[in-house]
């Protein structure tokens, strides 16, 4: 080949190597997804509204508190591990927050404190059983969400005669918990901090890489010395706390608890974490991507109203949009991987 014949490839070479690089990225992904996403609707719903400082501020606090769940959620996905058991912890939570505080006149620490101290426990449970027994944690969180959903309704019934109690003096949490500026809410910076903190944990520590090698083949990770069972435990328990927190946030943000208030987030989080680039059989993710996954459930969830197109179709385009994301980010993965194996 010529001088002139290598010059004239350069420029081709120079699109492969910027493709193969973006390929490459975990998240791109659900980033191309968030943009082509949101350019739709703020089209589609922009004259109406969704453009607006308070719609954007619809979508952010929705996918906030989403958000708070779904992080440690898509971390557990990536060990290989599911947890259905998020909704019922919400509702448990709030309601033992609204209870505590609001029938019983318990200081909020205490209420708080004690929600967290539940999920500390429900994870721990969930743990213990998918360690022990290696059942599915399909099945295992599955049925601690319906025995705490359960647990949570008939004492709320018990103890104030209603599955809603009402929640009046929060104190201090108040503020930490459900303070608002400009229609923007606290919790985008709860989520913020959630993402953070998870970002450095998956990249920068031995931990990250035991939930990474964990998802991937968990006997060959054994035999590695990664302690299996104890990064399940953690995962767990991160991911109960996180849904006892949005529980408690909720009951001082409206004042209220309801034993089935979080039961959306059973399969929301999973999603969120799935549109944003994690597999299902575990082992591949970023925790951008999962925050990215947030903010495009975020984005239809408001958006649609925004459009003012009938909000029945809600499901459908959730529906479609986890499907596509499923078939892209294994299409995303093969490249990567094929890419991959043509540099060795």
């Known amino acids: 080949m010529s001088v002139t014949d290598s010059l004239s490839n350069l420029?081709?070479?120079?699109?492969?190597?910027?493709i193969e690089r973006l390929v490459r990225i975990i998240w791109i992904g659900p980033a191309i997804a968030t943009v082509l996403i949101y350019g739709f609707f703020a089209f589609a719903g922009g004259r109406n509204g969704f453009l607006t400082l308070a719609g954007t501020a619809g979508w952010l606090n929705t996918a906030a508190e989403l958000g708070i769940i779904s992080i440690p959620i898509g971390l557990l996905m990536i060990a290989g591990e599911f947890d259905l058991s998020t909704g019922s912890v919400v509702g448990a939570a709030s309601i033992l927050v609204a209870l505590g505080t609001g029938f019983y006149g318990l200081s909020p620490f205490v209420t708080v404190g004690s929600a967290l101290a539940l999920g500390v426990f429900v994870g721990v449970f969930n743990a213990f059983?998918?360690?022990?027994?290696?059942?599915?944690?399909?099945?295992?969180?599955?049925?601690?969400?319906?025995?705490?959903?359960?647990?949570?309704?008939?004492?709320?019934?018990?103890?104030s005669g209603s599955s809603n109690v009402s929640l009046k003096n929060s104190g201090v949490?108040?503020?930490?918990?459900?303070?608002?500026?400009n229609f923007f809410n606290v919790s985008i910076l709860w989520w913020l901090f959630?993402?953070?903190?998870?970002?450095?944990?998956?990249?920068?520590?031995?931990?990250?890489?035991?939930?990474?090698?964990?998802?991937?083949?968990?006997?060959?990770?054994?035999?590695?010395?990664?302690?299996?069972s104890r990064v399940k435990l953690v995962l767990f328990i991160w991911?109960?706390?996180?849904?006892?927190f949005v529980g408690a946030l909720s009951a001082v943000s409206y004042n209220q608890g309801n034993s089935a208030s979080g039961q959306g987030y059973v399969f929301q989080s999973a999603i969120a974490a799935v549109i944003g680039g994690?597999?299902?059989?575990?082992?591949?993710?970023?925790?951008?991507?999962?925050?990215?996954?947030t903010m495009i459930y975020g984005i239809v969830s408001l958006g649609l109203f925004y459009t003012g197109w009938p909000t029945d179709w809600l499901a459908a385009f959730i529906g479609a949009l986890l499907v596509a994301a499923v078939l892209a980010n294994n299409?995303?993965?093969?490249?990567?991987?094929?890419?991959?194996?043509?540099?060795?």
């Open 331 to 344: 299409v995303i993965r093969e490249l990567a991987l094929s890419r991959g194996r043509k540099r060795v």
């Open 129 to 159: 059983l998918v360690n022990t027994t290696r059942l599915p944690s399909f099945i295992v969180t599955l049925g601690s969400n319906f025995i705490l959903s359960g647990c949570a309704l008939g004492l709320s019934r018990l103890i």
């Open 278 to 293: 994690v597999l299902l059989s575990g082992g591949f993710g970023s925790v951008t991507g999962i925050v990215l996954g």
């Open 194 to 228: 959630a993402a953070v903190l998870a970002a450095w944990v998956l990249r920068q520590t031995r931990f990250g890489n035991w939930i990474l090698a964990t998802g991937g083949n968990p006997d060959a990770a054994r035999r590695a010395g990664v302690p299996v």
């Open 239 to 244: 991911t109960a706390v996180s849904s006892a």
């Open 173 to 181: 949490f108040k503020i930490v918990l459900a303070y608002k500026w």
């Open 11 to 18: 420029p081709a070479q120079r699109r492969l190597g910027l």
